[in-house]
Nanobody, 123 residues
């Protein structure tokens, strides 16, 4: 059974840090690319970062230099280290555990989403 679950969200003050984790089971993602998305209230889910199977990372301009994505295939985990957070980062963050980065875009395969975790940054 495919399972993908985020953890590590919460409330933090502006300028602070949070580390999100994504644990998956039921499939082998070591040969796949993985990514993080976020969704602001009333808006569509947007891509934040991804990491290829080879460990190459890509970031949205809005988080570049502040967020860092990593993966540990031995533990079936992926992480998103978020530093210098601002209230504009407040959103629900979603992990996607099986996609492909091609043509400069991360393409998520259906069915490998976590249920999301709330990140709230207070001013």
């Amino acid at each position: 059974q495919v399972r993908v679950a985020e953890s590590g969200g919460g409330l933090v003050q502006a300028g602070g840090s949070l580390r999100l984790s994504c644990a998956h089971s039921g499939f082998d993602a070591s040969g796949d690319d993985m990514g993080w998305y976020r969704q602001f209230p009333g808006r569509e889910r947007e891509w934040v970062a991804d990491i290829t199977a080879a460990g190459v990372t890509h970031y949205a301009n809005s988080v570049k230099g502040r967020f860092s994505i990593s993966r540990d295939d031995g533990k079936n985990e992926m992480h998103l280290q978020m530093n210098s957070l601002s209230p504009e980062d407040t959103a629900v963050y979603y992990c996607h555990a099986r996609g492909v980065f091609t043509g400069g875009v991360y393409i998520p395969r259906p069915g490998y989403w976590g249920s999301g975790v709330q990140v709230t940054v207070s001013s």
